[in-house]
């Protein structure tokens, strides 16, 4: 059962380790729980369970992270990815994600040696004027050395590590199918659409595994910010750069996180708070494009209050819609307007029962109007933002992912400015950029900007009126019209009859087994075993096993129905 559900046994290795190092950090019972154990065990690999105990007694967000960590570049980026979900996770599960960290040693220069030169043509002490052997940076998936070009140009290059696309593409492999086993086994994790956070996941981690992609996005947003002069985006050196190497101007500036440094150069704090929340704000709501993840680590201060962004690997896109949504979210926030937050957040929680929208609605409107009153000043758009995916998380809603990386980003974003300046207010920055998008949606000229598009829409539908319609009434005349209804119980149902059929038709087979050897047993002659008539005895046994099989077919459905019951 177990190879018919992962399709080869190429991976097969990789999920003993997987499941072994679950067990170690204490996560037995998951691994029993996805089946794995023992069909794991039946194929000859047996777990080791040793240090499970002491481990067991940690917290399962300490065990969880502690395993993650431990299992690689993969498993590592989909904890941090979980980091930004707090509408599925609580606080303490956050608090663990965001210490995820790879603990990879840096390759010596001699291992990278050969990719380089397949990558840049040539030895990297050749191609550039200067190239250093001891990186700046090192993380899973690449790490940094700084060199020089001919020209004299200082640059950053950044190297994948050989080898790492064979390792995630198997890690992705088993996290799809574990996380349909999940949903299986799990039916309370279904709302929150496991197999879909994993297929996100793996199209955000391939984007990452190509450096190329990375700085189409860093110039992309370079172009988007080039009318904020003391913003500062990194030039890409495309001759040096592929699928596995980038090259990047370096930026000599002081890290985000050095505010001793910022304090000692003399710079305005609260200028730089509000440059970077203008920049990152611009990106959100303006552009559809940001940089998701805007730590102190990725973030430069240079002469002249300008700022730095570095690291484009993992950008978060907004379409045109979803800002609107956006707009109308913040600014009811921003404004303490309960009424368009609660339709903004009811929309995207679709999922939810209709006899939970009432409830839902009146917690929402009575979160906003606490506010009602509070200065500007005074509200933590962040702190708003995450007690809204608290409340969705409460009623086990899930947020849309695209959505989740941005309320981190805004997160993110508001605790660097209150680093910077304690009386830095998001809410302040954000108003005025809000309004001024508001304004910009209603002016005339893109307000018949956009009478056109639905105009050509309404056009380009009405003239495939008549082909569609000819082409449905000729199905129809040729019988080929169909009409289905899918109802999930129907199926249900279906499934339960399938099952109960073929446990009859076991039974049958079961007493006929009984009664044929019971009539073999009167009969003489012939071989015997262990003192009886060998076919009377085979016949014996194969009823006890195909009984057993069946009691236990019967008590696992039955525990099955009680847990499905337990979680409505």
Not at 5 to 27: K, N
Not at 341 to 361: F, I, K, N, T
Not at 469 to 493: F, Q, T
Not at 545 to 562: E, M, P, T, V
């Amino acid at each position: 059962m177990l190879m018919e559900t992962l399709g080869t046994a190429r991976d097969l290795g990789r999920l003993q380790e997987i499941a072994g190092v679950f067990v170690r950090h204490g996560l037995g019972d998951v691994v029993r729980r996805l089946g794995l154990a023992d069909a794991l065990e039946r194929a000859g690999h047996a777990l080791h369970r040793e240090h499970a105990a002491d481990l067991a007694r940690l917290d399962p967000p300490v065990q969880l992270r502690r395993a993650l960590e431990e299992l690689g570049p993969a498993f590592v980026k989909l904890g941090q990815l979980m980091a930004g979900r707090a509408d599925l996770f609580g606080p303490e599960w956050i608090a663990e994600f965001e210490k995820l960290h790879s603990r990879v040693p840096a390759l010596p220069l001699d291992a990278l040696r050969g990719q380089l030169r397949e990558d840049l043509g040539g030895d990297p002490e050749t191609v550039f004027a200067r190239f250093d052997a001891e990186p700046l940076a090192g993380a899973s998936i690449a790490q940094v050395h700084r060199a020089r070009l001919q020209d004299g140009t200082e640059v950053v290059v950044k190297v994948r590590r050989p080898g790492i696309e064979d390792v995630v593409e198997a890690d992705l492999r088993l996290l799809a199918r574990l996380a349909a086993m999940a949903e299986t086994e799990w039916p309370a994790l279904r709302p929150y659409r496991p197999r879909q956070l994993v297929r996100e996941f793996a199209r955000s981690l391939r984007r990452e595994l190509d450096l190329a992609v990375e700085c189409r996005h860093a110039e992309r947003i370079a172009a988007n910010l080039a009318g904020l002069p003391w913003i500062a985006i990194p030039r890409v050196h495309w001759p040096h750069t592929g699928r596995r190497v980038n090259v990047q101007d370096y930026v000599d500036g002081i890290p985000g996180e050095a505010l001793d440094r910022v304090d000692a150069a003399g710079m305005d704090r609260t200028l730089l708070a509000r440059r970077g929340a203008q920049a990152v704000l611009k990106m959100i709501v303006e552009d559809g494009i940001y940089h998701a993840d805007p730590h102190p680590g990725n973030v430069f201060y240079l002469p002249g209050h300008r700022i730095a962004f570095i690291d484009f690997g993992m950008v978060g896109r907004l379409s045109a819609r979803r800002r609107e949504e956006l707009l109308q979210l913040l600014l009811g926030l921003v404004q303490r307007q309960p009424e368009p937050v609660a339709e903004v957040l009811l929309d995207w929680a679709g999922d939810a029962p209709a006899s939970d929208l009432g409830m839902l609605e009146a917690e929402i409107e009575a979160f906003v109007d606490q506010y009602h009153g509070t200065p500007l000043a005074q509200l933590r758009l962040g702190e708003m933002l995450s007690d809204v995916t608290t409340i969705l998380r409460e009623h086990r809603l899930a947020l849309p992912s695209d959505l989740a990386l941005l309320i981190k980003a805004f997160v993110s974003l508001e605790g660097m400015g209150r680093a910077l300046d304690p009386g830095f207010h998001m809410a302040t920055e954000a108003l005025p950029l809000l309004r001024q998008v508001v304004r910009a949606r209603y002016r005339p000229k893109a307000i018949a900007a956009r009478g056109w598009q639905l105009l050509r829409r309404s056009l380009a539908a009405a003239e495939q009126l008549p082909r569609d319609v000819s082409r449905l009434l000729r199905n129809a005349r040729r019988g080929r019209l169909h009409l289905g209804i899918e109802i999930a119980h129907i199926r249900r149902v279906g499934d339960q009859v399938d099952r109960a059929a073929s446990r009859l038709a076991l039974a049958l087979v079961i007493a006929a087994l009984i009664i044929g050897s019971s009539i073999v047993m009167t009969v003489g002659g012939g071989p015997t075993l262990l003192g009886l008539p060998a076919f009377g005895f085979l016949g014996f046994a194969g009823a006890v096993a195909g009984g057993l099989w069946l009691l236990r077919s019967i008590w696992r459905g039955s525990h099955h129905r009680d847990d499905t019951d337990g979680d409505r």
